[in-house]
């Protein structure tokens, strides 16, 4: 019995992990919709720990407006706080919220390999010298696009 309860736990926590670790242009999100690139970016290692410094300090993510950044906060490694720059910089270009993906944007990371969640290590493996390269991934879905257009052509 004890053993069953054991294997349970680690099979919880294993996929909690892998979970935690999906990339987005690789799970649900904006499923039905299509991504709509908005531009390759490149941040370097300083860029970034300015970034994740400033956040640390202050408490306070960069930018300002109605959309909320929610990948600000404590950063546990050098993968983290490159994930939260590049968050940040793509959630400048979210014009809609609400419940649905329409309207929403992501980062889809290129470079450089050791930053890939294909690698298990990626987080050991990542250093912030590497800089990162990222697009912005724009989510619109069918319907919105379309009902879009119609009020564009009244």
Known sequence: MKTH??????????SA????????????????????????????????????????ETGECPGSGDVVTKSCGQFDDMYAKARGA?????????YRTGNGDDGTVRPIFYEPASFSNKDP????LYRLEQGVVFACGLCEMPEIVDSRQLELAK
Not at 21 to 40: F, Q, Y
């Open 5 to 14: 309860w054991m294997v349970a736990g680690a099979m919880l926590a294993l």
């Open 17 to 56: 992990n892998l979970y935690a670790h999906e990339e987005p242009i690789e799970s649900t999100w904006c499923e039905g919709g299509r991504v709509v690139l908005l531009g390759k970016f490149t941040l370097h290692g300083n860029q970034i720990s300015r970034y994740a410094d400033h956040v640390e």
């Open 86 to 94: 590049a968050s940040n910089l793509c959630h400048q270009f979210v």
């Open 121 to 124: 290590n990626h987080h050991k």
